[in-house]
């Protein structure tokens, strides 16, 4: 997209989103940029620009906020796992007439010694544990704990920003952080806990990752969600990068 203040909303909550608002922030090209948050996180790290917080009602509530706030191109950056948002915005995009570009991070690719255990669902990794371990670090995100919540033989170490609300499992402790997180963290984290297996979603990126890092070399099993498939027909690039590309070129 070429020109003078462009309008470019980017539906945001990743570090992706934000630094593609930093981007853009400091680009001489000139652009006017909303970054729209879910607000599922108490106190996020806000990116430079224009800000919303909270939903925008569905397709239609999507397509009349393009409208009214003349909105050039959106760039959805939201969360892997984000699959309703992503659908909504390639609806709304198409209805309004508006360009749609996904950013997406890549997912995480096993490596010689991992131990991956593919599931479709939370509620497929959850019915998986009693096989493969009984002290379990699950790092699928507050909201996802509901699956769990049945599981009164296990116990779990949960990580989430925020702290969990129920339903979640009765036998539980909470470490409340933020990635990055090292390698060095991790390991001494998972080896205090005396953890035996991992559950997580394919985030992908490098913040996360250093928690499979330190499961392959103590050989233990990880639980991974595959992601939802993306909207078919939307154009994707894997970084920040790409995305500049992609928004100069003004396809």
């Not at 984000?82 to 570009?101: F, Y």
């Not at 019915?127 to 599981?151: E, I």
């Not at 250093?210 to 939307?234: F, Q, T, W």
């Amino acid at each position: 997209m070429t020109g003078t203040q462009q309008h470019v909303l980017i539906l945001g909550g990743t570090t992706e989103g934000r630094r593609l608002a930093e981007a853009l922030a400091g680009d001489p090209a000139g652009w006017r940029v909303t970054s729209s948050l879910a607000g599922r996180v108490a106190a996020p790290r806000l990116p430079p620009g224009e800000v919303r917080t909270g939903g925008f009602g569905g397709t239609e509530g999507l397509v009349r906020w393009l409208r009214e706030h003349a909105v050039d191109v959106v760039v959805d950056a939201t969360h892997p796992f984000a699959g309703t948002m992503s659908a909504h915005a390639a609806a709304a995009a198409a209805a309004a007439g508006v360009p749609l570009l996904g950013l997406r991070r890549p997912g995480w690719a096993a490596a010689p010694g991992d131990r991956w255990h593919p599931v479709d669902s939370t509620a497929e990794a959850a019915a998986l544990l009693p096989t493969l371990g009984g002290r379990v670090f699950l790092t699928t995100g507050r909201t996802g704990l509901a699956a769990f919540a049945g599981d009164a033989d296990s116990w779990f170490l949960v990580r989430s920003v925020d702290a969990p609300e129920p339903p979640y499992p009765p036998h539980m402790e909470v470490v409340l952080d933020r990635g990055p997180f090292t390698y060095d963290g991790e390991r001494a984290l998972m080896t205090r806990h005396r953890v035996d297996v991992l559950v997580t979603k394919d985030s992908g990126g490098a913040a996360t990752a250093p928690k499979l890092a330190v499961a392959r070399e103590l050989g233990l099993p990880v639980v991974i969600v595959r992601r939802p498939p993306a909207p078919p027909g939307v154009p994707a690039v894997p970084d920040v990068a790409g995305a500049l590309a992609w928004l100069r070129r003004g396809e």
